[in-house]
């Protein structure tokens, strides 16, 4: 997936800075849409997988492909234990986990409301699990072409 990687390769220097490792598994998936907005949804996937990860040798992982039919891209995390109630409430616009909605520090907080827009405006949807050992593991599936 083209958009996939352009979004890997722009964020790599980001992830060296904050000493987190970027690994990939790209396997092409054709789908329709505006390559300039899904690729955007990768990108804040995968900043917000270096921003929240953990203060030293942090992991990000991130894998496209197709599942089931659809085009799916999942990025994954190592980070803080992530309660599997406070999930949802991730992709709701200016809400960070164990942040209230003045504190800016670390972004805005619209990263993945602007995700599941766009996804949605594609077609698709988007969903979140904690992942086992802390972090996150956000799954990004798309209608194929």
């Known amino acids: ?14 992830a060296e800075e904050h000493g987190v490792t970027v690994s990939t598994e790209l396997v092409s998936a054709p ?14 996937l995968l900043e917000n997988a270096v921003k929240y ?4 040798n942090g992991k990000v992982w991130i894998r496209t492909g197709m599942a089931d039919g659809a085009l799916v891209v999942q990025v994954a995390n190592t980070g ?4 599997a109630y406070e999930v949802n409430s991730l992709f709701e616009p200016f809400r960070r986990l164990h942040a209230d ?8 907080g619209l990263g993945l409301s602007i995700v ?3 996804v949605q405006a ?8 904690p992942r086992d050992g802390g972090g996150l593991v956000v799954t990004i599936r798309l209608p194929r072409r």
């Open 1 to 14: 997936m083209e958009v996939a990687q352009t979004a890997v390769e722009q964020l790599v220097p980001f």
């Open 31 to 44: 789908t329709t849409g505006d390559p300039v907005l899904l690729e955007r949804s990768v990108s804040n």
């Open 53 to 56: 990860n953990i203060p030293e």
């Open 80 to 83: 803080q234990h992530v309660p």
């Open 101 to 108: 909605r003045v504190d800016s520090a670390k972004g805005s």
């Open 116 to 118: 599941r827009a766009v």
């Open 122 to 129: 594609h077609g698709g949807n988007v969903a979140a699990v």
